[in-house]
């Protein structure tokens, strides 16, 4: 089992950039396919990017594409998203998963482990 702890939320205007990370322990995190998603307030949580166990292989949502780049370093049990160029719609709580397996696939129910979530906010 892996717990996750995401952090890097916050206020940004739009047009900036934060780095969100997901800190993961428990298990042996190279074996975890790792993923974004976000919920704004009153919709349902989405998908926004993933990333394979070894990190070579990684998707976007094409909302994100371009903008968000997702990474993972396994030495240091920590995957991230880079976003940039944010727009007052990023504004959610972005969620850090987790699943078992070479890839995760973009689907909420796709993974098993979450973390608790960290809020973005972007004024305009």
């Known amino acids: 089992q892996v717990q996750l702890v995401e952090s890097g939320g916050g206020l940004v205007q739009a047009g900036g950039s934060l780095r969100l990370s997901c800190v993961a322990s428990?298990?042996?995190?190279?074996?975890?396919?790792m993923a974004w998603f976000r919920q704004a307030v009153g919709t349902e949580r989405e998908f926004v990017a993933t990333?394979?166990?070894?990190?070579?292989?990684?998707a976007y949502a094409d909302s994100v594409k371009g903008r968000f780049t997702i990474s993972r370093v396994n030495a240091k049990n920590t995957v991230y998203l880079q976003m940039s160029g944010l727009k007052p719609e990023d504004a959610a709580a972005y969620y850090c998963?987790?699943?078992?397996?070479?890839?995760?696939?973009?689907?909420?129910?796709?993974?098993?482990?979450w973390g608790q979530g960290t809020q973005v906010t972007v004024s305009s």
């Open positions: 998963a987790a699943r078992r397996s070479i890839w995760g696939g973009y689907s909420i129910s796709g993974y098993n482990y």
């Open positions: 428990g298990s042996t995190f190279s074996s975890y396919a």
């Open positions: 990333i394979s166990q070894n990190g070579y292989t990684t």
